[in-house]
């Protein structure tokens, strides 16, 4: 029993020390993190080491990379110098390919603005990843070192390297800790810590810290999926909670996949029995019930198939009247409390069906071109927004009356601009996004067509914007771009607060077939797809 004891209380010491060690990476207290591992044995890997110093003047670059791979961060303009040099050697190489993997890779963090002690502006946003990811570019003349650190006047790689490892040495010695004191504090802590109950104090701390670490839009890829085989993804769809996502194939095959896992769900009865839900022709939409009990797909012939989703049973079949190409259904949604289901259709025409007796209820007719979308407002489901290859967008109110065409900015300047999407505002049904084939995203107001905030590209007058949605709680706006750039504005101020580059494999910018949004609590997913390859974001 007593041993038991010591050892709950050597576990205590070493979870403690190691919470601390933690924070100390976060507050780059390096020197301080070093005594502290000395003086109580805890293991704790460290980034920024004699060795990880002498290694950046060597430019033993695997070495230093590998070391920033698993390691914890470096102070933002530590980690975007180191970076720097690393592609800038490369490009002086001639490797281009692989300095723009690491500018891909890195993208977040070269993007993100500098400040020197004084508060003045090291670099902006964006700036850096810019100014290196152009380097890449050049081949006549090839890069040079005069070239390439013009900026910092280096004449030799050595002496760019010593630069670049003496910030680093600057930084340590900024550190200055008493050892006494640490342990001091460390023994008051864990006192404190035996007077709570349940180690309450350690949970609401941890539980605070994560809260802090949230943002409200995704950073990273996490998930890359290449499709080799015959199946090719056309549409897809997240359940409301977040567990299954759907993917609708060119060949109608639709496969459920676990969100979290991302990987076909073969805890469902009939995906284990390599069943699957199956259309003849490709399947262009896929809509779950608001509790994701029952899932709708529909198919480029206009046959709409309605399925009870935990068993994969059929339970409805609904074809469009007429048949063929032209009655193809793009977008639906269900509406009066799962009773019914609303079909755009490429007809030109949005048809409510009922789904107990499976008829046509009403069929709307206002657009000159194709559908390519329609949502209902959130929290005034009477009323249906829809969108045609056009450029029209049309508000309806299911109740009846005439829709009320949206002016956009295309249509403002007279320009005969196709779209290629909308979004709602999940938090506004007032506000809008809207993308033309062009380098701009607008945010407009549903009452008064008035532009509120026009989000710009940055990387060429032919960049085009693909897509653009918001965050699940409408604060920010999404874009993705031609040029594979993922462009994340402050919805309100409309300035650029982060740029991923998706390093497609495909031509992703060329097929994307959507980017669809999900959140859980306080995190934030996206999913983008193209027929051949699907990324998951956090």
């Known amino acids: 029993m007593v041993e038991s004891q010591q050892d709950a209380k050597l576990l205590d010491l070493n979870s403690t020390v190691n919470l601390i060690l933690h924070f100390m990476k976060e507050s780059n207290l390096l020197n301080s993190m070093d005594t502290l591992i000395q003086e109580t044995g805890v293991h704790f890997p460290t980034l920024v080491s004699q060795d990880f110093i002498e290694s950046v003047r060597r430019g033993q670059w695997h070495q230093v990379l590998k070391q920033m791979q698993h390691s914890a961060r470096m102070e933002k303009g530590l980690v ?128 605070g810290a994560a809260h ?149 209820l009403k069929q709307l007719k206002g657009h000159e071109s194709f559908i390519q979308s329609i949502q209902l407002l959130p929290g005034q489901e009477q009323f249906l927004l829809s969108s045609a290859e056009d450029g029209v967008i049309l508000l309806w109110n299911l109740q009846g009356g005439e829709p009320r065409k949206i002016e956009t900015p295309a249509q403002k300047l007279r320009k005969e601009l196709l779209l290629n999407c909308f979004r709602i505002n999940p938090s506004n049904p007032k506000e809008v996004v809207i993308s033309h084939r062009c380098g701009q995203t607008y945010l407009i107001d549903l009452d008064t ?25 409408g604060s920010h706006v999404y874009a993705f771009s031609s040029t594979k750039n993922l462009y994340i504005y402050n919805k309100k101020t409309g300035k650029l607060v982060s740029l991923l580059v998706v390093p497609s494999a495909t031509s992703l910018s060329d097929e994307l077939g959507s980017m669809v949004v999900a959140s859980q609590g306080e995190s934030e997913t996206m999913v983008m797809h193209s027929m051949g390859e699907l990324f998951k974001l956090e």
């Open 80 to 207: 975007q110098g180191v970076y720097e040099q690393i592609v800038k050697e490369l490009t002086i190489e001639r490797e281009y390919a692989l300095a723009q993997q690491i500018l891909r890779e890195q993208s977040v963090v070269l993007s993100e603005s500098v400040y020197a002690e004084n508060n003045q502006l090291v670099h902006g946003e964006g700036a850096l990843l810019q100014e290196l990811w152009d380097l890449t570019q050049l081949r006549d003349p090839p890069p040079s070192i005069q070239s390439v650190f013009k900026r910092q006047g280096f004449k030799s790689l050595q002496e760019s390297r010593e630069h670049c490892a003496s910030q680093i040495e600057k930084s340590l010695a900024k550190d200055q800790m008493p050892a006494n004191r640490l342990l001091q504090l460390l023994a008051l802590g864990l006192e404190y810590e035996n007077q709570l109950k349940g180690g309450k104090m350690k949970s609401t701390v941890m539980k």
């Open 212 to 360: 802090q670490q949230q943002t409200p839009y995704v950073q990273k890829i996490i998930t890359h999926k290449l499709f080799s085989g015959s199946f090719k993804i056309s549409t897809l769809s997240i359940s409301n909670n977040c567990e299954h996502m759907v993917l609708g194939g060119h060949d109608g095959l639709i496969e459920v996949w676990s969100y979290e896992h991302m990987s076909v769900d073969l805890k469902l009865p009939y995906q284990q029995q390599d069943l699957y839900m199956l259309h003849s022709k490709c399947v262009l939409s896929l809509a779950f019930s608001k509790d994701d009990k029952i899932l709708a797909s529909a198919d480029s012939a206009g046959v709409i198939r309605v399925w009870k989703f935990a068993e994969g049973k059929k339970l409805r079949e609904i074809e469009v009247q007429g048949g063929g190409s032209e009655c193809g259904i793009s977008s639906m949604v269900f509406a009066s409390g799962n009773s019914q289901l609303i079909a755009g259709c490429m007809d030109k025409s949005i048809r409510v069906y009922g789904l107990k007796s499976g008829s046509m």
């Open 449 to 473: 067509s008035q532009v509120l905030q026009e989000y710009q590209t940055s990387q060429s007058k032919e960049e085009e914007v693909i897509s653009a949605t918001f965050s699940h709680d």
